[in-house]
């Protein structure tokens, strides 16, 4: 088995007012010096060594992100 | 008496919140989530919704702001405090209340009318009420799944903080069928179902909720 990381993230063009929430709260908790906070999801999946990049890739593409508004990277680590 | 009810950005139940205050022969006063004071009320309700839409965590970006500060140092100080709900989750992230609220066990959002017990009447939101007392309320969450760790459970349990149980079946997988719990003093309870939705036949399934109420009209000494 692989452990496989998958990264996503709303596009630097998306607002993303999840993040900006959080960039708000850190305000509110008298912390200085944040300028921007950008929220998104990080996946771990144990798979199959078989299991080739354009498989993973299309698991990040059609499931756990949206290609329209998300970008994702995909990483194979050691578990 | 006067009980401050909370608005946050994507609050939904602070109406029928400030409408049990009322039956319950209190005046509700509005506050809202910018306030930086608590306009001298003697209790305070934080009430259910998707308070900033459920950014980060459920409760998360509320229990941040400006009002919150007010209210965790009014709970220091022995306002009763009640969390309904988002409200629950509001005062736990606040660290006013332990444990968390986390996505339910079916995954399913719940949205039914069930029975609490009463397990604890020592404390300002349940003194009214009876141990053992059965009331019939609604839940609806998606995220109602009371969760602790070992040793604050063992603490809530030997220190009689778990003041709601679910009584007819446990339907989000909450640790030990905890429904509501309170601080050590008694003077801060949350609780996932809905009392403020059960205050009339004519608009809920009954007019239980209404003793959660009724109980902090004799709590408002040691503000």
């Keep these: 088995m692989a452990r496989v990381v998958v990264d996503v993230m709303p596009k630097p063009e998306i607002l993303d007012p999840q993040g900006q929430a959080v960039a708000g709260a850190l305000v509110r908790l008298g912390i200085d010096g944040v300028a921007d906070v950008r929220q998104g999801k990080h996946f771990e999946l144990d798979v199959d060594d078989a299991l080739d990049d354009e498989t993973l890739h299309r698991i990040a593409g059609t499931l756990l992100a949206n290609p329209v508004i998300e970008d994702w990277t995909v990483s194979r680590v050691a578990s | ?223």
């Design chain 2, 1 to 223: 008496m006067r009980i401050g009810v909370i608005t946050f950005p994507g609050t939904l139940d602070d109406v029928d919140a400030v409408r049990a205050v009322r039956y319950a022969g209190a005046e509700p006063v509005s506050l809202w989530h910018a306030d930086r004071d608590l306009d001298g009320v003697d209790a305070v309700i934080v009430p259910g919704g998707f308070s900033y839409g459920d950014y980060l965590r459920a409760g998360a970006i509320a229990s941040l702001a400006p009002i919150m500060t007010e209210v965790v140092a009014g709970a220091r100080r022995g306002l009763p405090v009640l969390g309904i709900c988002n409200g629950f989750q509001i005062l736990c992230e606040a660290g006013l209340l332990p444990g968390a609220l986390v996505r339910n066990a079916g995954l399913h959002f719940v949205c039914r009318d069930l029975t609490l017990r009463v397990e604890s009447t020592a404390t300002a939101w349940t003194s009214a009420a009876t141990v053992g007392q059965e009331l019939l309320v609604p839940l609806k969450s998606g995220e109602g799944r009371y969760v602790a760790g070992p040793d604050t459970l063992a603490q809530l349990r030997d220190e009689g903080r778990v003041v709601f149980r679910y009584a007819s079946g446990n339907l989000n997988g909450a640790f030990d069928d905890i429904a509501g719990v309170a601080s050590a003093d008694g003077r801060v309870v949350g609780l996932m179902p809905h009392p403020e939705h059960a205050i009339d036949p004519l608009t809920g399934p009954s007019d239980d909720g209404l003793v959660v109420f009724s109980s902090v009209l004799g709590a408002a000494v040691g503000r």
